[in-house]
């Protein structure tokens, strides 16, 4: 864990009017750093850089099989973002069968309508990039456009094709940044050898451009006789449609190659070559921004999707001195909050171990907060002198009555932590690491859509006296994930939708109900994912869990519990009524050495209301 890496100061967003916002297309972060420096050199002034990284997925297989390669691709984004000033924090990847399209759609409406160039790594016309032609780019976007093939370059001279001024300025700037210190020639593209009005003044007006050459006949022709002599090929495109076909034949009348300008100069040389297309042309009117519908995706597809780019690792997020820069850049406080019932054996480690890391070493917590259920045994005692506030969750609202459970506990912390961002961990871990917090306050500080995350990890069970690496979850797999697949399928790729370790914003926590006891995880998840989407819910890898395994009695109940929550959640998704002809108690099978019986239990969760409808909770909070 890194909390002590010097970190740049980025551009407060209070400046975000003055500066360039430029956003960074690629399918190869290979050269990332080119691509970065490329887009601060087409900037006009000071300028803000957004990156996006593209997962293109075939037609057959599904998005889930690159969530690797989505993690690795984030990760390069990621440690450019921390190392350059000019380089936003948040960063994307887009794993779809048109990720381009993807990206258009979720990405830029993000950034509120604030980029002002568009800089794609281009397939060049002949296949479509991310999904998308080079037509239908032009017309979803209402910013300026540059398009570059290749993963890389090297500054040299650069053939600067224009075929009559609406991309002139721009294109200009695309040019040099490109040539470096090398000249470049601007190459008339007019198939009537007409020369642009305005050359002998953009001549006087660029000495880096030392020559000017005028084609008649056959634009690619020219551009591919004067190619061999440089390194690099830009060009201007119409506003609305692709560059334009090859001029009748002289002897014909007939278009020899009915195919783009552009796809025949890719196929006669390899050099990089740049379309641009400016949003406000110099010559003729601009058309509006076209929609660009998508392509219906059924829901196996989207859960696909969701889980190769919501899918996280703690690794990503272990440079805590860079959380603490979003923290402060967002204006964002934290809160841990530590529900405990007869936890002594563990909390004292918990505690020391996560107020060393995240308060006093790196103060990415703002407090630590124990939520204890009237334990019998010394943890409030422990907490205490360890100098973090300890809350009886039935002196929490008392005027609200109490509850037993853990999610009673949950939802009284509410309103007892003051945080923007609520974290929860549960007290009985053995391999206590800061990973357990940070790996689920990442994705929360780094992407503004995600609204709740839940950790996952390995479960190690002991059997026979040994300590197996997996086996534990069992409940998780035998009844959560499988009635998850059965009635809500979007959810189905949440690898521990039972895990005791997750965090979310205040604003989406308190819009929800929470189930007093072992449905707590259950009911959040259905009802976070119902109010705000799939894509508000991330998860992250926190490696390996070791806790004290439950008795299979136990694990019996938490599953008729659980299953008395889904049975709930369906009666309003399906309209039915099932739960109020259900026994609520369960017959529980004494088996000891001098009694064998049954033993009725009453095992039915509470249902707490939304905390945002607590008339104490907004009177707090100062909510109208």
Request: glycine letters at 8%; hydrophobic letters at 40%; a negative charge.
């Amino acid at each position: 864990m890194n909390t002590n890496a010097t970190k740049p100061t980025k551009t407060p967003d209070a400046n975000r009017d003055s500066m360039d916002h430029i956003l960074v297309v690629l399918s190869d972060t290979t050269h990332l750093e080119s691509w970065v420096n490329l887009a601060a050199q087409l900037a006009r002034g000071p300028a803000m850089i957004h990156l996006c990284a593209l997962v293109d997925v075939p037609t057959g297989v599904s998005p889930s099989e690159y969530a690797l390669q989505a993690r690795q691709k984030r990760d390069a984004l990621d440690v450019l973002a921390r190392a350059r000033v000019d380089v936003h924090d948040t960063t994307s990847v887009m794993v779809d069968y048109q990720p381009l399209a993807r990206a258009l759609g979720d990405v830029m409406p993000s950034l509120d309508g604030t980029v002002d160039l568009l800089l794609v790594q281009w397939a060049g016309p002949a296949d479509a990039t991310g999904g998308m032609t080079t037509h239908e780019l032009f017309n979803a976007v209402a910013c300026d456009v540059v398009l570059l093939t290749r993963e890389h370059w090297e500054h040299g001279p650069v053939l600067l094709s224009l075929r009559g001024g609406p991309n002139l300025t721009l294109s200009v700037r695309v040019a040099k940044a490109l040539a470096g210190t090398s000249p470049i020639t601007l190459f008339n593209a007019s198939p009537a050898g007409r020369a642009l009005p305005n050359l002998q003044g953009l001549l006087r007006e660029e000495p880096q451009i030392t020559r000017a050459v005028t084609a008649i006949g056959d634009p690619a022709e020219g551009i591919l006789r004067e190619a061999r002599f440089h390194s690099a090929l830009v060009m201007g495109a119409g506003p609305t449609q692709p560059p334009t076909l090859a001029p009748p034949s002289a002897a014909t009348g007939s278009t020899p190659e009915a195919k783009p300008l552009t796809q025949r100069i890719l196929e006669q040389t390899e050099f990089p070559l740049v379309l641009v297309r400016t949003r406000t042309p110099e010559q003729i009117a601009f058309h509006a921004p076209l929609f660009i519908p998508r392509a219906k995706e059924d829901w196996s597809t989207r859960v696909d999707r969701w889980f190769a780019q919501n899918t996280y690792h703690n690794h990503e997020f272990e440079d805590v001195g860079a959380l603490l820069a979003m923290k402060a850049k967002q204006g964002l406080t934290i809160s841990l909050g530590l529900p405990a019932l007869n936890e002594a054996e563990t909390i004292d480690k918990v505690i020391a171990t996560l107020k060393q890391a995240l308060m006093i070493d790196a103060p990415l917590l703002d407090e630590i907060v124990l939520i204890d259920s009237n334990s019998t045994d010394d943890t409030p005692k422990i907490a205490g002198k360890h100098g973090v506030p300890v809350f009886q969750h039935p002196d929490i609202l008392p005027e609200m009555g109490t509850f037993r459970g853990k999610g009673e506990a949950l939802w009284k912390s509410l309103h007892a932590l003051k945080g923007d961002i609520i974290v929860w961990v549960d007290t009985d871990i053995v391999n206590i690491h800061p990973r357990f917090v940070y790996g689920l306050i990442g994705p929360l500080l780094k992407t503004p859509q995600v609204q709740y995350v839940k950790g996952y990890y390995q479960r190690p069970i002991k059997i026979g006296g040994e300590l197996q690496a997996f086996g534990g979850g069992r409940v998780t797999e035998l009844v959560a994930r499988p009635l998850l697949n059965l009635f809500y399928p979007e959810l189905s790729g949440v690898i521990q939708p039972l895990s005791g370790e997750y965090a979310g914003r205040r604003t989406a926590l308190e819009q929800v109900p929470f189930f007093s006891g072992y449905g707590v995880e259950t009911g959040m998840l259905i009802d976070l994912h119902e109010k705000f989407g799939l894509d508000a819910i991330a998860q992250t890898d926190l490696d390996v869990r070791i806790h004290r395994n439950q008795e299979l009695s136990s694990l019996s109940r938490m599953a008729f519990a659980i299953m008395q929550v889904f049975i709930a959640r369906m009666e309003g998704r399906y309209d039915t009524q099932l739960l109020d002809k259900a026994n609520r108690t369960m017959k529980m099978i004494v088996q000891e050495p001098e009694r064998l019986a049954l033993q009725l239990t009453d095992i039915a969760d509470n249902e707490r209301p939304p905390m945002i409808m607590v008339d104490a909770y907004r009177q707090a909070r100062g909510i109208d």
